[in-house]
């Protein structure tokens, strides 16, 4: 187990003297457990998902025209006198107004519009799929941010455990070669030398605290707690290197993409659209039918009504409005074609991208693990030489920089290699 590992133990015992939140002790908390926190409280799922189930309403809208539409009517009519006529009604009637009280149904069914009600609903049933993509893509988002944020707060926790270490290694340090120049052992200047790498070490520790808690404050608000909170993190094992053949990837993500699959939906919507746009200028045949009950009415009619028939709706002339509407549609379908593809050229950058940043983080990561080992053999070395004698502190500061700089820069790679691989998951759609 190497020296980063047990330093982060460390804070897993000692985690109150870091300074996070103070008060209560902190919670265990997994990866898994952070992403399904955030998957559960996070505003901008709950909006994805809320949209979503409202686009299935609209496909329910559209479905309700192949439904029988019933209404209820309620007529009462008293004339100013007898043989009362009207001159212009609007529609063809008996043209005859007697007093009355009538109560029925209308029902209509719709027998045919020539796939424009089919086209319409299938158009719905598209962009909710195109919705429940988006939601998807959402929480893909948001789990990306998470292992960001998540790893922030592992590299924080491991650089402020470092500067507390450096600190107190320094401030021994300093008293020995204290103790030392008191008994002309060593220089005054090797005192001050000692104080610098003190100071320093401090002003590290600093900054280390500082951005551990921005990093926790980071996490939180992911999580969607507005309070802070303390969490204790679990290291993450480095998984192993990823296969460098980049078109393996690309096909994963040009199939399993969710904003691709949302594009390609919104696409076969806008064709489905266009469809029914062309076939709102075809004739529409409906059954019609009424019955009901008439209580007051002239002695010369019956007490109930009833009627049947067909009704055939033929569009002649709008102004031009149908064809300008199917145009609409159909420039609109092209649209979202290009969109698409403009999306899948852009993902196959970035899943080549992500796959030479993932590889190039695991090479360094071996190379800031090859730095470490160096670096502390020379610390080692520079360590016996001042002991003896033989060099200066000047040579032992170099080399304790070194140390701290290697341990820091191991410290990033392994937490860099990390995220680039949830990137990688990301880019390639199977981030869940």
């Not at 329910?60 to 004339?79: D, E, I, W």
């Not at 300093?174 to 005192?191: C, I, P």
């Not at 990137?423 to 199977?430: E, I, K």
Request: hydrophobic fraction near 45%; glycine fraction near 4%.
């Amino acid at each position: 187990m190497n020296r980063v590992i047990l330093y982060i133990l460390c804070a897993l015992l000692t985690g109150p003297s870091l300074g996070i939140v103070r008060g209560e002790e902190p919670k265990p908390l997994s990866l898994s457990d952070a992403h399904e926190m955030a998957l559960r409280n996070h505003p901008r799922i709950k909006v994805a998902e809320l949209v979503a189930l409202a686009s299935h309403q609209v496909v329910k809208q559209v479905q309700s025209g192949f439904l029988p539409q019933v209404a209820a009517n309620a007529v009462a009519v008293g004339t100013a006198g007898d043989n009362t006529r009207l001159a212009a009604i609007g529609a063809l009637n008996n043209p005859s107004i007697f007093d009355r009280n009538a109560e029925g149904l209308m029902i209509s069914q719709l027998i045919t519009d020539f796939g424009r009600t089919s086209n319409l609903r299938q158009s719905a049933q598209l962009q909710a799929l195109a919705q429940e993509n988006n939601a998807e893509a959402t929480r893909e988002q948001i789990v990306l941010e998470v292992d960001g944020a998540y790893y922030a707060a592992l590299e924080a926790q491991a650089v402020a455990l470092v500067a507390q270490k450096t600190v107190a290694a320094r401030q021994l340090f300093l008293d020995q070669v204290t103790a030392l120049a008191g008994n002309k052992l060593r220089s005054e200047l090797d005192v001050s030398f000692a104080k610098v790498n003190l100071e320093d070490a401090q002003l590290l520790q600093s900054q280390a605290d500082n951005n551990l808690q921005a990093a926790f404050t980071q996490l939180n608000t992911l999580l969607g707690q507005r309070e802070p909170k303390r969490y204790l993190l679990a290291q993450q094992p480095l998984p192993p290197p990823i296969s460098t053949n980049a078109q393996e990837f690309v096909e994963v993500a040009l199939t399993a993409r969710p904003d691709l699959l949302r594009l390609r939906h919104e696409e076969q919507s806008a064709l489905k659209l266009a469809r029914a746009s062309k076939a709102a200028r075809l004739p529409t045949v409906s059954a019609v039918g009424s019955l009901g009950v008439v209580p007051i009415h002239d002695p010369e009619l019956p007490d109930t009504y009833a009627a049947a028939g067909l009704t055939l709706t033929l569009p002649l002339y709008s102004g031009g409005r149908y064809l300008a509407q199917q145009r609409e549609a159909e420039l609109r379908a092209q649209a979202a074609a290009e969109n698409l593809r403009d999306l899948e050229n852009n993902v196959i950058r970035e899943v080549r991208i992500a796959c030479l940043n993932t590889q190039n983080a695991y090479d360094r990561l071996n190379i800031t693990r090859e730095l470490l080992n160096n670096a502390r053999q020379s610390l080692d070395l520079a360590r016996a030489r001042y002991k003896n004698g033989l060099s200066s502190i000047v040579e032992l500061n170099q080399a304790e920089l070194g140390d701290l700089s290697a341990e820091i820069a191991y410290t990033g790679t392994q937490y860099e290699y990390l995220l680039q691989r949830s990137t990688l998951s990301y880019q390639t759609g199977v981030l869940r």
